[in-house]
C-alpha cells in the first residue's frame, strides 16, 4: 500500500505540528577513505558518523492542542532540545530522536494562508517511536485512541 504524506504525522514534544503539510526525514553516513582497495582498484572505505535532520512545512494555527509557530519559534530561539517522532497514523509505527531547531522561517502572500517551515537537526540515534495515544474531552467524558482502539472514560 502507498503510503501518503497525510498519514506521516510530525509530533515535537509530544504535539503533533498543526496544519502539517509536509514533512521528511533525510539521513546521511559520512565515511572515511582508506588504503585499501578491491582486486580492481575499487576503494574500499568505513562508514563513520550518521546525521539526520526532520523538515517540515505547516500552515500558520493556533491551539493548546498542537505546536505551531508561536511554540516553536520560542524553542528555537531558547536553543532548546526536543523531542519529535514522525509516525505513520495507519500502523502507530515510526521514528523518534531529539533535536535542536536548525532553521525556521515564515511567509505569506496576499489572500493565501501563512505558512511555515522548519528544520530540526537531530542529537543522538534515531530510535523506534512508542505508541502515540491520542486524547481528547468532550462533555460525557474522556476519549483514548492507540491507533487500534478507541476507549471513553466517563465522568
Not at 510530525?10 to 582508506?34: A, H, M, Q, R
Not at 532540545?81 to 505513520?88: A, F
Request: net charge negative; with cysteine; charged share 20%.
Amino acid at each position: 500500500k502507498l503510503q501518503t504524506m497525510t498519514e506521516l504525522m510530525l509530533y515535537i514534544n509530544d504535539l503533533p505540528v498543526g496544519c502539517l503539510l509536509s514533512n521528511g526525514l533525510s539521513e546521511s553516513i559520512s565515511f572515511i577513505k582508506t588504503c585499501k582497495s578491491t582486486q580492481n582498484m575499487g576503494q574500499k572505505q568505513l562508514g563513520q558518523l550518521h546525521s539526520y535532520s526532520i523538515n517540515f512545512e505547516a500552515v500558520y494555527a493556533v491551539s493548546e492542542s498542537i505546536i505551531g509557530w508561536d511554540e516553536l519559534k520560542d524553542l528555537g530561539r531558547s536553543r532548546t532540545m526536543m523531542d519529535w517522532s514522525m509516525v505513520n497514523l495507519d500502523t502507530n509505527e515510526g521514528d523518534a530522536g531529539e533535536g535542536f531547531l536548525e532553521s525556521l522561517e515564515i511567509s505569506g502572500t496576499s489572500e493565501d494562508f501563512i505558512k511555515f517551515t522548519g528544520v530540526i537537526t537531530g542529537y543522538g540515534e534515531i530510535v523506534d517511536a512508542e505508541i502515540i495515544y491520542y486524547v481528547w474531552l468532550q462533555n460525557v467524558g474522556a476519549y483514548v485512541d492507540n491507533g487500534n482502539d478507541e476507549y471513553v472514560f466517563v465522568n
